[in-house]
């Protein structure tokens, strides 16, 4: 009997080491940053087997995606399936909009797109409306921006699917190309990805003397208050930026404790949150915001988040929009001009 | 404590149809067949593309039974009849077999109308572990289950295997002493759930997937491997169905009857926990079917477990299909949602026809 409860006690202990060790083992090794990225996210494009970045596009083609697969391709897509609103962007950009067959119900750019037939939602792929489509190129976002499961089920039906996933700007630099290849546009992503780059320097350059003020981005704060998490792809947007980030304190912890931000101190609010009616006068008004260097100063200002926050082509487009918002009186280099779809 | 005859009386239905039909179980059975073939024609006719009825038979005639029809549908058609609908058709079948079977088995074993398959901490431990999945950044395929599926069931059975330990050394009677162990481990669990959705950051939408359960991952494949599982155990606890019936009447009557009371209760505890785990794996936390099915069948047919249990078989495949297919045309909403609004107003209505104290 003693043995017996012994036993069950151990048990108990055994199920409760595992939640522990759960807890921890995932509290060190963030699923967001470096876990789940393959060997495209190292900041170049991914290498394919045609031995040059050869300016004509050979098909079949082996790429790797950001999440490590090996990707074949027999021919030129001509069946294109966007899961992203970005990756959607990117294949107008690159000018393969005529081969796009379908794309997800919450896209909003460029305006041809969005009467394309729906086949995903923020929560399900519909994996059967993909293959009545005969899609021969399904391009999917990783890090769980489209459910793994219907991943899996399309390539096991014989549909080749692209995940792509830029936890930093280097990486979105290098999507545009890899999705350039697998479509057939190698030197429209290559133009594209460099005349980007371009970009990026010239506001890096305008805005590397400048004093950088500390910047809160509230992405959310109707019940929490959302904002970047370390090592996020928006804390490196707002340093490029030339701003000082103050973030969650995690790069697990997507919101950030009220009293946290009144420490920090922010001298510029940015309402990632405009699109959805937040103004400088209710953030203003919150109880416990007033101490705050930018509501005293009233540097509480509406920006763009679709276009500062999408890994897409328009990315440097975004950050030159935050760079104003955080420098308004910056002189800005001239955009290079963008091959509009 | 009641005897078996009570119990029979006391559930006896006044309305002349359930009146007729408790009296012949066999056609109530035959009925279910019918609306099972129905709901499989359905499910395998409609979705999200539109198949032609005539190319989707012709389709299933053509791979299944061989025929050598002239081909007048596309590939992609056959894809989706042959790949997408028939497999998960089958699977939310199997599915709702080994649900309603398990409801069955513990609301017998545990002597309580409150009981479902999950009441053991299989819902928690298999929720845990699918959290746990998705906070591993490891992605391995085996006869095309995940990491998630394999740690679902094996937190599913890990979870109720802790808790049988820890009741068998209870001081507690036998059935209060399961109840309430299995609540504490689960709310153990939940808390161990709700810390991992904290920490799963990008993953939290797949493990909330999970959560609400659904079968757009079926495949020939894992219908292979779960229903294996869930139909033997099935069978296992269907020759079993005495000792449910002795069980049902209390310790002192089953022992008296000739049922090894503590052999027995473990066997079908731990087959219903198989079928359970097999089937939150393929399928994530499905609610409702393993609790409802079996009742309605009792306010049918009587407690009797050797017609509750084949019953129920066919009544959770029915309305399991049933609830997918609704859930599939409504694009994707979540099938536990379904089976609620389905099963809920029904058993309501069922339970108000029922006049004479109807219990276990």
Known sequence: ?341 | MATQGELLATTRLRTGWSAHLRARPVALGLAGLLALFVALVLGVGLGSVTVAPGDTLAILGHRLLGLDLPVTWTPAMETIVMELRLPRVLTAMVVGVGLAVAGATFQGLLRNPLADPYVLGTASGAALGASLAVLIPVRALVLEFGLLNGFAFVGALVAVWVVYSLARTSPLSPLTGLLLTGYAVGSLLAAGLAMAMYLSGAGLRQIFNYLLGGFDGASWMRLAVASSLILIGTVAIGVRARSLNGLLLGEEPAAHLGVDVRRERAILLGLASLVTAAGVAVAGLIGFVGLVVPHLVRLVVGPDARLVLPLSALGGAILLSSADLVARMLGEIPVGVVTAVIGAPFFLLLLRRARTGYEL
Request: proline share 10%; hydrophobic share 45%; glycine share 8%.
């Open chain 1, 1 to 341: 009997m003693d043995a017996l409860r012994h036993r069950s006690r151990l048990a108990a202990l055994a199920a409760t080491v595992v939640i522990l060790a759960a807890c921890t083992g995932s509290a060190t090794e963030p699923p967001t940053a470096s876990s789940t990225v393959g060997p495209g996210a190292t900041g170049t494009p991914t290498p394919a087997p045609s031995p040059s970045p050869s300016l004509n596009a050979t098909f079949p083609l082996t790429l790797t995606d950001d999440e490590g697969a090996a990707v074949t391709l027999a021919a030129r897509p001509e069946r294109i399936v966007s899961l992203t609103p970005a990756v959607t962007e990117t294949l107008f950009a690159l000018g393969a909009g005529q081969r796009v067959v379908a794309t997800t119900d919450f896209d909003d750019y460029p305006p041809e797109a969005i009467p394309l037939p729906d086949v995903a939602s923020y929560t399900a792929v519909d994996v059967e409306k993909i293959v009545g489509l005969e899609a021969d190129l399904v391009i999917a976002g990783g890090n769980f921006f489209n459910d793994p499961d219907a991943i899996a089920r399309l390539r096991s039906l014989g549909i080749p699917v692209l995940v792509v996933y830029a936890p930093d700007l280097q990486t979105v630099l290098a999507d545009i190309e890899l999705i350039g290849q697998a479509v057939g546009e190698p030197t429209a992503a290559e133009d594209r990805g460099s005349a980007m780059a371009d970009d990026i320097a010239g506001i890096r350059a305008a805005t590397e003397a400048l004093a950088k003020p500390r910047v809160f981005y509230e992405l959310d704060a109707t019940s929490e208050i959302y904002g970047p998490a370390d090592a996020s792809f928006l804390e490196e947007m707002i340093t490029l930026a030339g701003g000082d980030p103050i973030t969650t304190g995690s790069p697990t912890a997507f919101a950030i404790p009220l009293e946290r931000l009144v420490t920090a101190d922010p001298e510029i609010i940015l309402l990632g949150d405009a699109a959805y009616g937040v103004t400088a006068d209710q953030v203003a008004a919150r109880p416990g915001w007033g101490t705050m260097t930018a509501v005293r100063t009233g540097a509480i200002r509406p920006v763009d988040d679709v276009l500062i926050t999408r890994p897409g082509p328009r990315l440097a487009a975004g950050l030159a929009a935050l760079a104003r918002a955080i420098h308004p009186d910056l002189v800005m280099p001239d955009p290079s001009p963008s091959p509009s779809p």
